[in-house]
């Protein structure tokens, strides 16, 4: 597997990380539910991914404690993985009836604790602060990284769903760099590379949305980490249909645009004779930034698709064929 350095001095990384959201989801006896866990890890050790994507909200802690039962029976691997874990959202619990962002001291060192607790190791690789907290005290925070990592509790700090002036204001106080931005990226979630296609448009997004994060984090050596990148499957052959479901998919995946990216997958899987999978992540790997595609795949079947995607390389013509479909409209 491909690798890149994560940053410009965090650690050596393959392409492609491997995201643990739903490691195990709905399987409720808990040794089914282990040895689910490990199929998965294992099928990506196999494949060269040894990058791991955690939260400590992952289904409540779960998914952090499934990984964590497999690393205690495999000790050994510890220092040929990179585990990263993110803090920072505070769903509602017994003091609060909402969903809370928080960047305190208390927090997020706790929030530490207990992914190391979970993870059953000593360190993590990457701790990613997961959605801007609207009250960060920047030198409170500061002095909460600084010493994690005196303490080695973290050796790299990133961000995730941040805009370039968030990033700017945390880096201007941060004891160490910024090393990963991760952010939701995909043909049909294209914000990031859209908002430069609008230059000075009437139709263009405000930069306070955050798109301009893409420009900020060349810029600053930060790698982009790209959540949700197969868009939960709908370009690769989950039914479209499935998204008309709940709202929030209905939302973030319009049914027309949907159908037409993943018809422009299907013809150019047949073009390279990859799975669909292979495609979709090309198309985020072919971006000039780095972008590291964060997968959501548990199935070891789908992880062989996806790891062909080092294979793969898009021409502008199809790149930008596929960002049309995308977009469900041409560029300007
Ligand atoms: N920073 C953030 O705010 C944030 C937010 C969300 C997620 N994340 C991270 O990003 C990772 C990936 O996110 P994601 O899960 O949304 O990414 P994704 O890779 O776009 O989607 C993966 C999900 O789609 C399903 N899927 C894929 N192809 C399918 C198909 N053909 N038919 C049916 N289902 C299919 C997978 O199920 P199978 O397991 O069955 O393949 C899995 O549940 C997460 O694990 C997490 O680490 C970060």
Not at 71 to 94: F, M, N, Y
Not at 145 to 166: F, P
Not at 196 to 207: C, E, H
Not at 308 to 318: F, H, I
Request: proline share 6%.
């Amino acid at each position: 597997m491909r690798t890149q350095t994560l940053g410009a001095h965090g650690p050596t990384v393959p392409v492609i990380c491997c995201g643990c959201m739903t490691l195990a989801r709905g399987i409720t006896d808990t040794d089914t539910a282990r040895q689910s866990a490990a199929r998965t890890v294992e099928a990506a050790l196999a494949l060269g991914l040894n990058h791991f994507d955690h939260a400590d909200i992952y289904q409540g802690g779960r998914a952090e404690s499934l990984f964590g039962d497999w690393l205690a029976e495999h000790p050994s691997l510890r220092e040929r993985l990179v585990i990263q874990s993110k803090c920072g959202i505070r769903p509602p619990d017994d003091s609060a009836s909402c969903t809370r962002y928080d960047f305190s001291r208390a927090h997020i060192e706790a929030a530490v604790d207990g992914s190391l607790r979970r993870l059953r190791c000593e360190y993590l690789d990457v701790l990613l602060l997961h959605r801007p907290d609207a009250l960060v005290d920047i030198e409170e925070l500061a002095v909460t990284v600084d010493d994690l990592v005196s303490s080695g509790k973290i050796r790299h700090i990133g961000v995730s769903n941040h805009s370039a002036a968030q990033m700017r204001l945390l880096a201007s106080v941060l004891p160490v760099p910024l090393i990963a931005n991760q952010m939701e990226f995909n043909p049909v979630h294209n914000a990031l590379v859209d908002y430069g296609l609008r230059v000075n448009r009437p139709d263009n997004p405000s930069a306070a949305d955050g798109c301009d994060a893409l420009e900020e984090c060349r810029l600053g050596s930060v790698t982009i980490q790209a959540w949700s990148p197969l868009a939960r499957g709908f370009l690769s052959g989950r039914p479209a249909t499935e998204a008309l479901t709940d709202a929030r998919s209905q939302a973030k995946f319009p049914l027309d645009r949907i159908l037409q990216t993943a018809h422009a997958i299907n013809s150019l899987a047949r073009t390279h004779a990859v799975p669909r999978e292979a495609v979709v992540l090309a198309w985020i790997l072919r971006h000039p930034a780095a972008i590291q595609p964060v997968i959501g795949t548990c199935d070891p079947a789908r992880l062989d698709a996806c790891a062909k995607a080092v294979d793969v390389c898009l021409s502008r013509d199809q790149w930008y064929t596929v960002l049309t479909a995308g977009r469900g409209e041409s560029i300007p």
